[in-house]
């Protein structure tokens, strides 16, 4: 099927609205940002939005969907051959740093969406497991493996970043805390786990 020219301008307004609405997310907030705020910024009328998008649900959901889509696309490429915990996880937190402040902006208000936008979520912390626990396996003790357990191992790690993303207040002022305190972060989780920092 031929893709017509305004097939092409369909989908680079769609495109627009993303760029824009994921930008606003970032710096105001999934909760403070409107559809009003979304189609003056892209140089829409308010109408046109709800051309390419039903709700804005939907357009939240899509940013979350492209989010994911692209972290887990720079956490595969970051990470690559990588074989050590150390090396996973800082390649890792260099990918998500290039996405902080949406991240964050998730942490936030994520447990007040709906079920179908917090799998989005989830799908990224599914990426960095399906890295991450070979390795942890490898490189841990069998039994303190099997005792911590694939979840432990994980929520550990989520917990670990989120806390320092959440309060990244206290560790920097205006740059990312993953780019300052990511060697940090790391290290402080392998040593939990009891593994070589």
Not at 110 to 139: C, E, H, I, R, T
Not at 177 to 192: C, P
Request: aromatic fraction near 10%; proline fraction near 3%.
């Amino acid at each position: 099927m031929k893709v017509t020219k305004r097939d092409q301008q369909k989908a680079q307004t769609r495109q627009r609205i993303l760029d824009v609405a994921y930008s606003r997310f970032s710096s105001n907030g999934i909760e403070k940002t409107n559809t009003a705020d979304i189609a003056k910024e892209a140089k829409l009328s308010h109408g046109a939005i709800f051309v390419h998008f039903k709700t804005r649900q939907d357009i939240v959901l899509n940013v979350i969907d492209r989010f994911g889509v692209e972290l887990r696309e720079q956490i595969t490429q970051s990470i690559g051959r990588s074989h050590t915990p150390k090396s996973v996880l800082l390649s890792f937190t260099k990918a998500l740093a290039s996405f902080e402040d949406f991240y964050v902006e998730l942490l936030i208000v994520m447990p007040k969406m709906p079920d179908s936008l917090q799998g989005s979520f989830l799908m990224v912390q599914n990426a960095l497991a399906y890295q991450l626990l070979p390795v942890v396996k490898a490189k841990l003790d069998p039994s303190r493996y099997e005792k911590l357990g694939e979840d432990g191992i994980m929520n550990s790690w989520f917990a670990q970043l989120h806390y320092f993303l959440s309060n990244r207040h206290l560790y920097v002022s205006e740059s990312s805390v993953l780019e300052k305190s990511g060697t940090k972060i790391v290290n402080d989780y392998l040593t939990l786990l009891g593994l070589e920092t």
